[in-house]
Nanobody, 122 residues
Framework: QVQLEESGGGLVQPGGSLRLSCAASGSMFRSNPMGWYRQAPGKQRELVAAITNVGFTVIAASVKGRFTISRDNPKNTVYLEMNSLKPGDTAVYYC????????????????WGKGTLITVSS
């Protein structure tokens, strides 16, 4: 069983920065890719960034150059560093334990955190 708990959300002004953390329990963390998703009101959940267990990353085009994903395996924690935030980044952000298919694409697994809300507004 895996439990994921996100933290670090809140209200931030446009152009500001936040760092999200996802603490994981269970043995799957160190061997599995991890992903950050977000879901804005009225929209589908979308992949923001993912990282393999050895540190290869993928970043969505909409946040490339602004967001960075990283992980600390001894701490069972994955991070999402968000800079130059825009109102369009407003969403609930979720952590996920997933996998990578044969084409190197991240896919979501069954384990999700409860999410943390980011609101970008002046």
């Amino acid at each position: 069983q895996v439990q994921l708990e996100e933290s670090g959300g809140g209200l931030v002004q446009p152009g500001g920065s936040l760092r999200l953390s996802c603490a994981a329990s269970g043995s799957m963390f160190r061997s599995n890719p991890m992903g950050w998703y977000r879901q804005a009101p009225g929209k589908q959940r979308e992949l923001v960034a993912a990282i393999t267990n050895v540190g290869f990353t993928v970043i969505a085009a909409s946040v490339k150059g602004r967001f960075t994903i990283s992980r600390d395996n001894p701490k069972n924690t994955v991070y999402l560093e968000m800079n130059s935030l825009k109102p369009g980044d407003t969403a609930v952000y979720y952590c996920n334990v997933g996998g990578v298919n044969g084409r190197g694409h991240y896919y979501a697994g069954d384990y999700w955190g409860k999410g943390t809300l980011i609101t970008v507004s002046s």
